[in-house]
């Protein structure tokens, strides 16, 4: 059952006490690791969602709550779910939790990747819908400080930026396409990027709703969360708010401003584009930490880590590629490190298990 | 909160269904005279019968503080021996030309934070438990530990632990792949490059052992002849198998750990 156990018989070799990597195994590349990341947050969810209180009535209130403020075409499946499951919870949150452990496990092993990833998909889009009610976006109440568009939708998003599939025109002695990000690998530079563009730009609109926008509205989100919470992290939400008590429409206006230069960022060269990205996922990791207390999961409720992670996680695929000795900016650099990130990444094809597994 | 108690009995039978498997494995490896890391699988099969009793307190037949005292025991152990690992390969480094890489390395540091984490849950739920609602099982509303910002991020090294070894699983199943030879020769004429290296360490384990029978007809049964193992042995040292178990303890501890929340 060690470590050494499970992988010497195959690969350690003759003199070499410390050789444990299993022979074949492709270390995974730069997307492989987002992926991995990608399936630890559906199985940290799945986790989460096998907690005591979600197999009772509550969580059919939880789901209820979504549907409030939507219009009826949404409202009405969110109620006749969230009855159903009030009178079945414990199977109904039985399977749900499985459904995200088998999506955590098949996105692990690699020769299920590809149809773990597109179950997550639909998995993800019915959740936006029937458990997170679009991530109230019809509402007029979404607030990026609160997770909008929905954290859900982002396990979709992802998962179609982390599709295992290379697109593009191969570079001159390269295995993989040129693209000068990982997110650009499966649908292309342009189209990632307008996925992000519309993401971001979005999240700085919902910044400006009129509810978002009142001179006690953030105060009043970021005072919300904290119920339940640990003295220490309500603390930093309580300071929070009390920075921005009256300060509503300015700081929605600096908020806005920034997920605006967020959203043109991975547009500009990768000089620029790396402090915008960096900008992103610190603004990210506030937001989480501040605005949603870490998705409440630390109040032993909560059924997802919130937006946080999956931004994060978002930034990182758009991160532009580094290339040692050579040009960071200008335009050849997207070409330039293209080359680079097929050398890094075609590695997983080298391994004999790369052609099922990963690209 | 009917959920959690059925729950909790599926997953401490799988608890106990992995310590009998660790238990085994120390078996085989014992008569087979095996390198393997026997101190990974005797903690194993401790851990799975320890984390049993705290899903299921009926199962427990130690107290808690006795737990407390072996796994930190165990954590100081592989605490000692991630140590050596890294100074060991520190030295190797120095005297390469080539520094190693990181896919190398030998792994006891997921053991030492499953260790470290034991002992959390343990004294957690017992300085809980204990002043309110003593034999309390985890998922009740009184396990609710002290640190749980600590408890979330064990939870989150266990979720990465369980990606990692699950994405390894395919290539583990490949090295399983190798089967003894009738002779050792054999068997590594026929096998070249890794493959040739592989049956070598496997064979190598393989000299008829000289305490065998001090373990009786059960598990002569079990090993099969000496120079042969037979294909439960072989099935049941099954890399894949080892590392679906090392899963499935890891998914209960982060389980466990976020009820600690």
Known sequence: ?359 | MTGPFWLAGVLAALMIATAAYCATRLIIARVHRRPDERDVDLVHTVMGVAMAGMLVSWLNPLPNPVWAVMFSAGTAWFGWRAWHDRRSRAVRDAAATRPTGRASQPHHVPHLVMCGAMVYMLLAVGAVTSATHPGTIMGSPATVGRFPLLALILAVFMVAYVMWQADRLPALARVNSARPAPAPALALASVPSAGGQAMQAYEATLDPPSGQRRWGMLSRRLVGRDNMPPPLAHRLMSPRLAACCQIAMAVTMGYMLILML
Do not use: K
Request: charged share 10%; glycine share 10%; aromatic share 6%.
């Open chain 1, 1 to 359: 059952m060690s470590e050494a156990a499970v992988t010497q018989r195959g690969t350690r070799a003759p003199g070499d006490d410390h050789a444990f990597a299993p022979a074949g195994w492709p270390a995974p590349d730069a997307r492989r690791r987002l992926q991995l990341a990608l399936g630890a947050l559906w199985l940290l969810d799945a986790i989460l969602q096998y907690q005591p209180v979600m197999f009772t009535r509550a969580f059919s209130q939880m789901l209820a709550a979504a549907a409030e403020g939507n219009p009826a075409f949404v409202s009405r499946p969110i109620l006749w779910d969230a009855h159903l499951v009030g009178q079945h919870p414990v199977a109904l949150n039985t399977t749900f939790a499985t459904i995200q452990l088998l999506l955590a496990l098949g996105i692990a092993w690699r020769p299920t990747v590809r149809p773990a990833l597109g179950a997550s998909v639909v998995w993800a889009v019915a959740v936006w819908w029937l458990g997170e009610g679009l991530g109230g976006v019809l509402t007029g109440t979404a607030s990026p400080v609160s997770g909008a568009p929905g954290p859900v939708i982002l396990y979709a998003l992802l998962a179609v930026l982390l599709w295992p599939r290379d697109r593009g025109r191969r570079a001159p002695g390269s295995a993989g396409p040129a693209v000068p990000f990982v997110a650009a690998r499966a649908v292309g530079a342009p189209a990632a990027r307008a996925l992000w563009l519309v993401l971001w730009a979005s999240l700085a609109y919902f910044a400006l709703l009129p509810a978002n926008r009142a001179p006690q509205a953030l105060h009043a989100m970021l005072t919300g969360v904290t119920e339940g919470e640990p003295a220490w992290l309500a603390s930093i939400s309580a300071h929070g708010a009390a920075f921005l008590a009256h300060h509503g429409l300015a700081a929605s206006l600096v908020l806005a401003v920034l997920l605006a230069l967020i959203a043109i960022g991975v547009c500009l060269p990768p000089s620029a584009a790396r402090p915008t990205l960096a900008v992103a996922a610190v603004l990210a990791a506030a937001i989480w930490v501040a605005g949603q207390d870490l998705g409440g999961i630390l109040t032993g409720s909560g059924t997802d880590p919130g937006s946080g992670p999956l931004l994060i996680l978002l930034v990182l695929a758009y991160w532009p590629v580094r290339t040692a000795g050579a040009r960071t900016d200008g335009p050849q650099a997207d070409q330039t490190q293209a080359n680079e990130a097929q050398a890094n990444e075609a590695q997983a094809s080298r391994g004999p298990a790369a052609g099922r597994a990963v690209t």
